[in-house]
């Protein structure tokens, strides 16, 4: 069993819809919990991040963890064509050095239609 | 500047053959690491590093070897290609402590190895 699980999709929303993308984990010790988006034939870029538990949101993007179910999210509200990407999920532990480790899901691709 | 920069950004290989991917970054980054991304496996950490001349080994270390001269660079050599090893290969890089969470990507490596 993978550390990280994410469904790879791919989801098709309309443009303007609400996306909820979502991973699993079974590592008690992941503190870190990220949000990266990689567009086709980029690296990926840190979108958030959360420590620990607790929302966090950022204009449109809202990043939930909910550490006794071992379950993040992000929710994407008014969802436009240029959010279409894969989105990945990363966590890590807690500690110097430690923290650079990330462990990533597979990757959701999302892509936005007009 | 530059950010995180890898050459090549393509590569064909035989099997046997070895080669060095190269990585640099130019933000001062005491933190660089280097993952392979592969359909349906995500990104997976092969070796990372926290300072020049501190290396350690990642999920999937097996037939890549690393070096840390200086601050800058992080190369990744592949001693004898397998197949297997076809994949796209990202360097990041990051600040140390607790914000090493976010990673700089390059653009990413796609190696073929027939």
């Known amino acids: 069993q993978k550390e990280v699980e994410q469904d790879p999709g791919p989801l098709s929303v309309p443009e303007g819809a609400i996306v909820s993308l979502n991973c699993t984990y079974s590592n008690s010790a992941f503190q870190y919990f990220m949000w990266y988006r990689q567009y086709s034939r980029k690296g990926p870029e840190l979108l958030m991040y959360t420590y620990s538990s607790g929302n966090k949101e950022d204009g449109r993007f809202t990043a939930q963890v909910d550490k006794s179910s071992k379950y993040i999210s992000l929710f994407i509200r008014d969802s436009q064509p240029s959010d279409s990407a894969t989105y990945l999920c990363?966590?890590?532990?807690?500690?110097?050095?430690?923290?650079?480790?990330?462990?990533f899901g597979t990757g959701t691709r999302l892509q936005v239609t007009l | 500047n530059a950010g995180v920069t890898q050459t090549p950004k393509f590569q064909v290989l035989k099997t046997g053959q070895s080669m060095t991917l190269q990585c640099a970054q130019d933000?001062?980054?005491?933190?660089m690491s280097w993952y392979r991304q592969d359909p349906g496996m995500g990104l997976r950490l092969i070796h990372y590093?926290?300072?020049?001349?501190?290396?350690d080994q990642g999920e999937v270390p097996n037939g890549y070897n690393v070096s840390r001269s200086t601050t800058e660079d992080f190369p990744l050599r592949l001693l004898s290609a397998a197949p297997s090893q076809t994949s796209v290969y990202f360097c990041?890089?990051?600040?140390?402590?607790?914000?090493?969470?976010?990673?700089?990507f390059g653009p990413g490596t796609r190696l073929t190895v027939t």
């Open positions: 933000m001062n980054h005491e933190y």
């Open positions: 990041a890089s990051s600040y140390p402590g607790r914000t090493s969470y976010e990673q700089y």
């Open positions: 590093s926290v300072g020049a001349g501190i290396t």
């Open positions: 990363a966590m890590s532990a807690y500690g110097t050095g430690t923290a650079s480790k990330l462990t």
